[in-house]
């Protein structure tokens, strides 16, 4: 009632991005009113031309502007392991360690009986057609260390298991850099179990 | 480099709001492509028609759809009084009181030398131009209590000390529901020296 109409558009629209409450909703409405034109009207665009252009690789499910996508056709790649996530931003984050030269599925989400969804809302029949030529000798299971994605991992290892297929899993331990004293007793017990030799 | 161009151009694009960084930028663009095509689409559409139809009202600077503005246009509100304001938000903030049913005057800005914003950045002159019939029987100074706010009050102050209009600025003391004990000394000292009779 205290704004004109588009702003009041403009608030309410804004407002539906995930971590804006009204406070911020206002405060991006009125960036954007005195950005400089182009940078309000490039937003608007790159949000029309991302939504028009990405899409998910048919093969993997990671988001691409081509099909199959850049990982997907890299004859660099490792063709013989794939490593299961649960969204196209996972592959970023393993992208950036330079670790992993492999293949990707993307589930597109864990099993989750509480949000109702279960392994037939996920894409594992994709990633079950990619195990069929026997060309895969390792699928490492990298989805979340957390309940969902433990349960999806322990799903899948199941499922895996008639397959010709080595099924690894994440190592589990003390994040790199912190402190002993304030690891969680899980954590710590994961990592006590998981200890290795030294050489 | 990991993501698809048009991906990371949107990453870019949202990365600019304030208080958005790379982190945040990357969670809303996936929430972007992930959302209903409505919602996005309408996203860019808010954008785009808030820029074209919002404009400052040419009167009271406030931000508006018509020129002037509502709540110069309104005859149910006092036509003697301003009340001048920082910014178009403000005025929000002082309608959402119930308490003032005078006109707004916004100078978009305040006076501060560290950003290099003088009184000739601000939009005096159109005050000063509101003033000139004499219909105009008190000024309120509401700018912001902070360095900023005050230097402008204070400049406004002696600029309209000739005019014969009176000229007020908001009460400082302690915020409703606040606890004497954290109230820092400036603000304690001002609800000292500004004390009232109690009727």
Redesign the interface.
Known sequence: M??????N??I???G????VGPK?A????????N?P?E????????????????HYCSVCGN????DPCHLCTDPERDQTIICVVE???D??AL??TRQYRGLYHVLQGAISPVDGIGPEQLKIKGLLRRLHDGKIKEVVLATNADVEGEATALYLAKLLKPLAVKVTRLAYGLPVGSDLEYADEVTLARAFSGRREME
């Open positions: 205290f704004y004109p109409d588009s702003l558009k403009l309410t629209a804004l539906k991005l995930p971590g911020t206002q405060r991006l409405a009125f960036y954007l009113l950005a034109a940078e309000a009207e490039s937003l608007a665009a790159a949000i029309l031309e991302a939504r028009r252009k990405i988001l691409t502007d081509r969204e196209a931003r592959i970023v992208e950036k």
